[in-house]
C-alpha cells in the first residue's frame, strides 16, 4: 500500500469536519474525492499532505511519498515556466523537466514569464510541477480548475501515466476525468453535530 | 537548498523584487537627517554611528513582510513545507537570502553615507564591521516576526510592532560598538555582545521561526 488511512479524523479551525474515514490506495489505484463545497475535501488533502494533524486517526505512508497541488500554483510571475519547473525539480532533487514540459504542451511557452500566462496555461504548469516531484502518491485538489477539454485530456493521459507507472493518486474534483477509478463521496463522513453550519466558509 | 537560494535571490532582482528599495531607503533616511538637525558637522559626528544604525534598522524592516507572506500568497509555501525541505531549513535559507539581498549592501555602502554625516576616519571599519555583524540577526529575527504574522494579510505593522522590541539589543550593541570604534575607544565589549546575540539568534530563531509557521500553516 502506498497510502492506507485508518479512521481518519479531520479539523478545520478546530471545529471537526470529517470522522471515521478509512481508506486505501494501492499502485496503479486512484481515489475520486467527491462531495459538495465546503464538505471538507480540501481539509482532507491538506491532513493528508501532512500540512495539518489530523485530530485523530491514522494515516500510513512513506514521509516522501506524498506530492500535493492545491487551489494555488505557487508559481513565480516573474520567473520563466522553465524556472519555475527547474526550481522545483531541483527541490525535490529530479532532474529533467522536458517530460513534464511535453505531458502538459507547455514547450511553446517555456521562454513566458509565469506572470504572462492565462489561467488554464498556469494551471498546466502548476500540475506538471507534479512530475519532477517523482513522488508516487499525488494529492489533487481540484486539479481541473480553469483547464478546457484538451487540457483536462493532457491531465487524464498524465494521471494515467502515472498510475501504469506504479503510482497512485487521490483526486477531489467536480467533474468527470474519463478515469477507472473508485469514487468515495466525503458526505457520508461527515462529523458529528456540532461540526455543522456555522463555520463552513472556512472548509 | 541552494535552489531555494537562488530562486529568492533571482525574484529579488526582477522586477517588483525589491532589491535596492532597504538601500534607497537607508540613503534617504541619511541624506534626510542634516537636513534635519542642522550642518554642524561635531553634532552629526557624534550622532553619525546612532543614525546610521538606525538607518539600517529600518531599512532591514522595510522588506521583512516579503520574505514569506509572498509565497504564502501563491500558494508556494504550502508546497515547499510539503516539500523534502525541513522547514527550519527553509526559514533559514530565506533569512539568508533577505540578509544577502538586503543587509549586505547597508553593510557596504554604510561607510560611503558616514561621509555625509562627517563620522570620523577611524568610525568607518566600526561602522563596517559592527554592521556586518549585527545584520543577520535583524534578519533572522525579521523572519520569525514574519512566521509569526504569515497567515495575516497586510500584517506588515503588525510585523514591524513585534519585529522592532526585539532588535533593541542589536541596536544597542551594534551602535555602541560603532560609537565607541568613532571615539577612539576599544570595542571588543560590545562587539562580542554583538556577536553573541547574532550567533544565538542564527542558533536558535530558525527553530521557533518553523514552529510557527507549522501552526500558521494548519
Known sequence: ?203 | MIALLARDLRLAVRAGGGFGLGLAFFLIVTVLVPFGVGPETELLARIAPGILWIGALLACLLSLDRILALDWEDGSLDLLATAPLPLEALVSLKALAHWITTGLPLVLVAPALGVLLSLPAEGYLWILVSLALGTPALSVIGTFGAALTVGIKRGGLLLSLLVLPLYVPTLIFGAEAARRGAEGFSTATPLALLAGITFGTIALLPFASAAVLRINLR
Not at chain 1, 511557452?109 to 498556469?122: I, N, V, W, Y
Not at chain 1, 474519463?178 to 466558509?201: I, M, N, Q, T, Y
Request: glycine share 10%; proline share 5%; with cysteine.
Open chain 1, 1 to 203: 500500500m502506498l497510502l492506507s488511512v485508518h479512521d481518519l479524523a479531520v479539523a478545520r479551525g478546530g471545529v471537526p469536519v470529517l470522522e471515521g474515514l478509512s481508506f486505501a490506495l494501492a499502485p496503479g489505484e486512484a481515489l475520486i474525492l467527491r462531495g459538495p463545497n465546503g464538505s471538507g475535501k480540501t481539509t482532507l488533502l491538506r491532513t493528508v499532505a501532512g500540512l495539518q494533524p489530523p485530530l485523530a486517526g491514522r494515516i500510513d505512508a512513506a514521509s516522501d511519498a506524498i506530492a500535493y497541488a492545491a487551489h494555488a500554483d505557487g508559481l513565480k510571475a516573474t520567473l520563466t515556466v522553465t524556472e519555475n519547473l527547474t526550481f522545483w525539480a531541483r527541490v525535490f532533487g529530479t532532474g529533467d523537466i522536458a517530460p513534464a514540459l511535453a505531458a502538459f504542451a507547455l514547450e511553446d511557452l517555456a521562454d513566458r514569464p509565469a506572470g504572462a500566462l492565462s489561467a488554464g496555461q498556469k494551471r498546466r504548469l502548476g500540475l506538471a510541477r507534479l512530475l519532477v516531484t517523482g513522488r508516487p502518491v499525488w494529492a489533487l485538489d481540484e486539479p481541473t480548475v480553469s483547464l478546457d477539454t484538451a487540457a483536462v485530456g493532457l491531465f487524464a493521459d498524465a494521471v494515467r501515466a502515472h498510475l501504469a507507472r506504479g503510482g497512485a493518486a487521490l483526486i477531489a474534483t467536480h467533474i468527470d476525468l474519463g478515469l477507472e477509478a473508485r469514487h468515495f463521496d466525503v458526505a457520508v463522513c461527515k462529523a458529528s453535530p456540532r461540526a455543522a453550519a456555522e463555520d463552513e466558509a472556512f472548509l
